[in-house]
């Protein structure tokens, strides 16, 4: 588990977090969710130590953040960039998924294993001799993901994994978190895609200006017109159309399609078809 | 009267035996902001790098067929010269932003174009007001978030005055917000200087109602293309891949339950119209 307290940073004095404090359980979904500059990728640099707390602690499964090594860490929690060219720098796609799991000394049967498995769920298992920096932006973000997932860290944090990608690949990671929750791991989710987390994730984490200023349930987080524009936010589409039809007695808290068709069907009298 | 001419298009990139964008034909008016669409490698981001000349300039490749861009062909054009009229604004700003301040990277094009000082100074303001980042005008565009990174690598382009704009996910980084920040920059910027927008685009929530047109493209092809209504609503993207707005989806979800909505609704209120347009027929 990860557990955070009272934590603060800040850039050459520049104050980038002020007192966040947080715990996230194995088996949970999160979503970190905040303006631009809010302090969300400050935060989960922190999970794997590549960013140490300038005052307040980490820690992570019990250990301190400051006492342990960013090799140490990793073995353990898995960090997706935002950006996958910070990540990549191998010659083919394979070898790219494959150099953790060479690095952490597994057998060469296993490392075929897991890399083709991993190529496969992540559709890229037709790229795999082709050189990352040859691939689309989609492309090489799935790439960067699949090197993390090949060594099964038990902590899973993406950094803004939907940008650049379709509806069709944002259906499939929606899978893949499923299945790693299956797993009762911890995944980590920074987005500002209200529409994803809306449909996937139980449980949000707002911040805004380097504080935690909402930690619930998605459905009450993300239907609070307040919040979501101290945030940066917008509602989910749903949620928008919910609130304008409220003098028809549809509640504002709705998030899904399947919610506001019934709604509307009833306001028309139309029973709950 | 079209800025930008298509015919014919077919395009490989060097090396790469596959084809990429297939006999593309198509028009871009003078002052339309379009939408282009579709799943990942279908060739939006190939056909937009056709706009500027990276392709084939930059590229190489095998390109088939005529563009032509504000009555230049492509082909035989360099790529500085149609930088005066196209700015592009990519995905990753990383890969655009390499000075040390804001206020230099933003001044950076306009000094190449040997303009006078009062004018860089005066057009810098400008552009960093319109985007709304003045307050980082003296931070180091590697020090901001990815977001902030974004609003700078646009601030860059729209300093340089194009007459068309063509910008790849810019808002792909951004909290929802500033997303829609820059959308309405786009449109006031459309419709207070003509300046053509061509915008690539997954998220389509918010992007649907100040769009004219939205491209739908799959596997190297144009599938769709009309007005926002027609092309979001039609079948001919369903299966695609495609992320229609829930707005959208309800309304065609409804449909199949024989409530029928006079208008394709794009937003919230649009829908709260036509649905009370249904119950005083009913």
């Known amino acids: ?273 | 009267m079209p800025i930008i001419r298509v015919k014919g298009l077919s395009y490989r990139y060097p090396g790469s035996s596959r084809t990429v964008l297939k006999n593309i034909t198509l028009n871009i008016d003078e002052g339309e902001y379009v939408v282009i669409t579709g799943p990942s490698g279908c060739g939006k981001t190939t056909l937009c790098r056709c706009f500027n000349g990276l392709i084939p300039h930059f590229y190489g490749g095998n390109l088939e067929g005529e563009i032509i861009v504000n009555g230049f062909p492509v082909k035989e054009t360099s790529t500085s010269t149609l930088a005066q009229y196209v700015g592009m604004v990519f995905q990753e700003p990383e890969s655009q932003l390499f000075l040390l301040s804001v206020e230099r990277e933003v001044a950076f094009g306009l000094e190449n174009l040997g303009l006078p000082r009062e004018e860089i100074v005066k057009r810098v303001d400008e552009a960093l007001k319109l985007v709304g980042i003045s307050h980082l005008r003296d931070r180091a565009p590697h020090e901001l978030s990815g977001g902030e990174q974004q609003k700078v690598a646009l601030a860059a382009c729209i300093a340089m005055q194009p007459k068309i704009l063509v910008l790849d996910e810019p808002t792909a980084n951004l909290d929802p917000i500033s997303a829609v920040n820059i959308l309405n920059l786009l449109q006031s910027l459309r419709n207070k200087l003509g300046v053509t927008i061509i915008l690539v685009e997954h998220r389509l929530e918010a992007v649907a109602s100040v769009a004219d047109r939205f491209i739908v493209m799959n596997d190297g092809m144009i599938v769709s293309d009309g007005d926002p209504r027609d092309v979001l609503s039609s079948t001919n993207i369903e299966g695609l891949g495609v992320g229609v707005p829930k707005v959208i989806q309800l309304y065609k979800d409804l449909k199949r339950r024989n409530v029928i909505f006079n208008l394709v609704p794009l937003t919230p209120k649009e829908v709260k119209a036509c649905l009370m347009e249904v119950l005083e027929f009913d």
């Open chain 1, 1 to 273: 588990m990860i557990e955070i307290s009272d934590l603060w940073f800040d850039y050459d004095g520049f104050p980038v977090l002020r007192g966040v404090s947080l715990k996230i359980e194995l088996g949970e979904v999160v979503a970190i969710m905040g303006e631009n500059g809010a302090g969300k990728t400050t935060l989960i640099r922190h999970f794997n130590g590549l960013l140490k707390p300038k005052r307040g602690y980490v820690k992570v499964f019990g250990v301190d953040t400051r006492e342990a090594t960013v090799a140490e860490l990793s073995r353990r929690v898995g960090l997706v960039f935002q950006n996958p060219d910070h990540q990549l720098f191998a010659e083919t796609v394979f070898d790219e998924v494959a150099f953790a799991l060479k690095n952490f000394g597994f057998p060469e049967d296993v490392i075929e294993r897991r890399v083709e498995w991993v190529l496969k769920m992540l559709d890229l298992y037709d790229l795999k001799d082709r050189s990352p920096f040859s691939l689309s932006g989609g492309e090489r973000k799935r790439v960067a993901i699949a090197s993390i997932l090949s060594y099964d860290p038990d902590i899973i944090v993406f950094d803004e994994p939907t940008v650049g990608q379709d509806y069709g690949q944002k259906e499939r990671l929606a899978q893949l978190i499923k299945l790693l929750k299956s797993q009762s791991k911890i995944i980590v989710v920074v987005t500002h895609d209200v529409e994803f987390v809306a449909e996937n994730f139980p449980r949000v984490v707002l911040l805004s200006k380097g504080r935690v200023i909402a930690d619930g349930s998605t459905r009450r987080v993300l239907t609070d017109e307040k919040l979501i524009r101290r945030a940066n936010l917008l509602l989910p589409q749903v949620t928008q159309v919910a609130k304008h039809l409220v003098e028809f007695g549809v509640p504002g808290d709705l998030m899904w399609v399947s919610e506001i068709r019934g709604a509307i069907l009833k306001v028309l009298g139309r029973g709950c078809t």
